[in-house]
């Protein structure tokens, strides 16, 4: 499975408190903070959700 690397680039200040929840649930706290998640159905919905806060690459998933 490929991987989403996920990079938080807008300040949540100022947006949807469900939307601050759901950064947090993906694991953003600070801005240009980037964290890896395998690409699956959740996590695309999660992105969807906010992403005129991300920036999102995909790579390659690790195969251990």
Partial sequence: ???LHIKLIK???GTVPKHRRT???LGL???QQTV???D???IRG???QVQYLLEVSEGEGSNS
């Fill in 46 to 48: 999660m992105v969807n």
């Fill in 29 to 31: 706290k600070k801005l």
């Fill in 40 to 42: 699956t159905p959740q």
């Fill in 23 to 25: 950064l947090k649930a």
């Fill in 11 to 13: 300040s949540p200040i």
């Fill in 36 to 38: 890896q998640h395998t």
């Fill in 1 to 3: 499975m490929s991987d």
